[in-house]
């Protein structure tokens, strides 16, 4: 799941690249239009997400003490911003949070901006298959449980941890943080995997969440949270790939990154259904497949460079963006420059340039917009261009 707080902004990974020439074309399925790359709303907020179910969040303000609402499609404000954090979106419902991180309430509001769970949780997901995870309680000794879409508890708190539902089963955590483990329970609170899963250490004393079931597996660690191995399990908990990789994604498009080595050294490639390595570990780092095609990166996440690969492995675009995000609505981010100076524009499928690098931030298009900054993270303001 998207759990909500403050560590989240620590995952924004930007992925990588490799140094082959490129050997296919990939179609592209969606045709350029006039607005492609032009502003459709313009530069006004401090901060702009992604929309979602026709809506997009926006601050106000500082992050410190500005105040977030949400826009439609026509950049139109329908919820006034007034809460302290948004998330987007998902089933009808968002959640928003009163008051400042370590003691703020979360809650829910429908699309008219009114609340249907008042705030009082101490920490949230979105909803999924028509339950969200909650947090009971205060921020070390709370509870994880599972409400419905009237704010009632259906699944009694009682997790160390909890995840987004996804197929139908949701990944939970009994212990420590240190020495828990992880399961998986039904939309009843079921238990269907026993705990028994590791996840490794993100930073400091802050470990990594399970994985989810995607396209009917879910990668886990057997072992410890340091040495142990990646497989990957079906519905019913048994190992159907055996525990034998050093990392290890969710299966996206019929393919699943992993890797063969440590996260310093260690080399990235995929994985099909059956187990069988499809495109050998070669790779700095990857992302998963997003229609039909993959970031790759060659050398470190500061200085290396991004290109793209197909199914089969062939580099269809060359490294040379410092950044990228992946493909959607047929175009991709691409960064040209480093963090300080370089300029964000959107390529196609074939690696042409079809809006130029002008923007200091840019996101992936979602139903046909994508948020996009001028000026930098403190003063800029956020817009949206068209698809």
């Not at 995952?11 to 492609?36: A, R």
């Not at 006034?80 to 400042?100: C, K, M, Y």
């Not at 500061?302 to 793209?308: A, E, K, L, N, P």
């Amino acid at each position: 799941m998207k759990k909500i707080f403050i560590f989240a902004a620590f995952f924004l990974l930007v992925l990588t690249g490799c140094d082959k020439s490129p050997k296919t074309k990939v179609s592209v399925d969606i045709p350029i239009t006039e607005n492609t790359g032009k502003y459709v709303i313009n530069p006004q907020f401090d901060y702009a997400g992604s929309f979602s179910e026709g809506f997009s969040d926006i601050r106000i303000g500082a992050w410190t003490d500005g105040k977030w609402g949400y826009i439609n499609l026509e950049g139109k404000i329908i919820v006034n911003p007034q809460f302290d954090w948004t998330d987007n979106f998902s089933e009808g419902l968002a959640a928003v949070r009163i008051g400042n991180w370590s003691d703020g309430k979360w809650g829910y509001i429908d699309r008219d901006g009114k609340y249907l769970v008042n705030p009082q949780f101490n920490s949230v997901s979105r909803f999924k298959n028509n339950l969200a995870a909650v947090k009971v309680g205060d921020s070390k000794t709370g509870k994880w449980g599972y409400i419905d879409k009237s704010g009632k508890i259906v699944i009694n708190p009682q997790f160390d941890a909890a995840e987004e539902f996804q197929e139908e089963l949701a990944a939970i955590k009994l212990g420590t943080e240190s020495d828990g483990k992880w399961g998986f329970v039904n939309k009843d609170g079921k238990i269907i995997i026993n705990p028994q899963f590791s996840t490794p250490i993100l930073f400091g004393s802050y470990y990594a969440s399970q994985k989810p079931f995607s396209e009917g597996l879910a990668a886990v660690k057997i072992g410890d949270s340091k040495t142990g191995k990646y497989g990957f399990i079906n519905k019913e908990g048994k190992i159907v790939i055996n525990p034998q990789f050093d990392d290890a994604s969710s299966f996206k498009e019929g393919l699943a990154s992993i890797r063969i080595g440590d996260s310093k050294t260690g080399k990235y490639g995929f994985i099909n259904k059956e187990g069988k390595i499809v495109i050998n570990p070669q790779f700095d780092y990857v992302g998963s497949f997003s229609e039909g095609m993959a970031i790759v990166r060659n050398g470190n996440n500061d200085d290396g460079v991004r290109g793209y690969i197909d199914k089969t492995g062939n580099l269809v675009i060359n490294p040379q963006f410092n950044a990228a995000h992946d493909f959607s609505q047929g175009l991709a981010a691409v960064r040209i420059g480093d963090n300080k100076t370089g300029k964000w524009g959107y390529i196609d499928k074939t690696g042409k340039l079809i809006v130029n690098p002008q923007f200091d931030s840019a996101s992936s298009f979602k139903e046909g917009k994508a948020a996009v900054r001028i000026g930098d993270d403190k003063t800029g303001k956020y817009g949206f261009i068209g698809r």
